[in-house]
């Protein structure tokens, strides 16, 4: 399996800009989540969804952040206007159904806003 | 509610001692336990899980038993390589709830 695919690795933008990074779950794989890390803050959960519904996205930090999974192979999380503050590394997670609901990670999308 | 405690890192090692990486939760119920590993530059791997207690985990020489009676998850190896360096984050989920709770991490660096 090609495990969990996030486009792109890198983006650079300027504040005020539309970000979207973009995810590919593992097939067969139900639950899909988006993370953002930072030093400061460490992995915070920002909102998952289950068979592509929005489950919780109370971690979502703003207005300015959105996130869709049109289907079961893809997901986008937007942000719009970026601000410096946004910057992070940005992950994608999915899980298998049933439990023990472990998680397989991509390799996530660094966001620089300058 | 639910959370999860590693201790706090940098451990510093030197290649073959011994590593032990302690993980205690606190948790209503029995859940499920994992060790994740985050290499520099790249995402969360799933390193070794258990889901009932006495449950041993193990992968690449890491093990990590799971113990109800201390509520403790501890990562252990018995010989570490330079290549080990990385974070390694302790969690836990409960039947019937997806999520995983994350402990903040513990950066382990190896020198030669």
């Known amino acids: 399996d090609a495990g969990v695919i996030q486009s792109p690795r890198h983006e650079v933008t300027e504040m005020g800009q539309e970000v979207t990074l973009r995810c590919k779950p593992i097939s067969g794989h139900d639950y899909l989540f988006w993370y953002r890390q930072t030093m400061m803050r460490g992995l915070e959960l920002l909102i998952y969804?289950?068979?592509?519904?929005?489950?919780?996205d109370s971690g979502m930090p703003e207005d300015r952040f959105s996130a869709k999974m049109p289907n079961a192979s893809f997901s986008t999380l937007k942000i719009q206007p970026s601000e410096p503050r946004d910057s992070a590394v940005y992950f994608c997670?999915?899980?298998?159904?049933?439990?023990?609901?472990?998680?397989?990670f991509g390799p996530g999308t660094r966001l620089t806003v300058t | 509610g639910d959370s999860v405690t590693q201790m706090e890192g940098p451990v510093t090692l030197s290649e073959e001692a011994f590593l032990t990486i302690n993980c205690t939760y606190t948790a209503t119920g029995y859940p499920s336990l994992f060790w994740y590993v985050q290499y520099p530059g790249e995402g969360l791997q799933l390193l070794l899980k258990?889901?009932?207690?006495?449950d041993k985990g193990s992968n690449k020489g890491f093990e990590a038993t799971y113990r109800k009676e201390t509520t403790s998850f501890h990562l252990e190896k018995g010989s570490v390589q330079v290549s080990d360096s990385a974070v390694y984050f302790c969690?836990?989920?409960?039947?019937?709830?997806?999520?995983?709770?994350f402990g903040k991490g513990t950066m382990l660096l190896v020198s030669p």
């Open positions: 969690a836990l989920s409960f039947s019937g709830y997806s999520t995983l709770t």
């Open positions: 969804f289950n068979n592509n519904v929005p489950i919780d």
């Open positions: 997670a999915s899980s298998p159904p049933g439990p023990p609901y472990e998680q397989y």
């Open positions: 258990a889901t009932k207690a006495d």
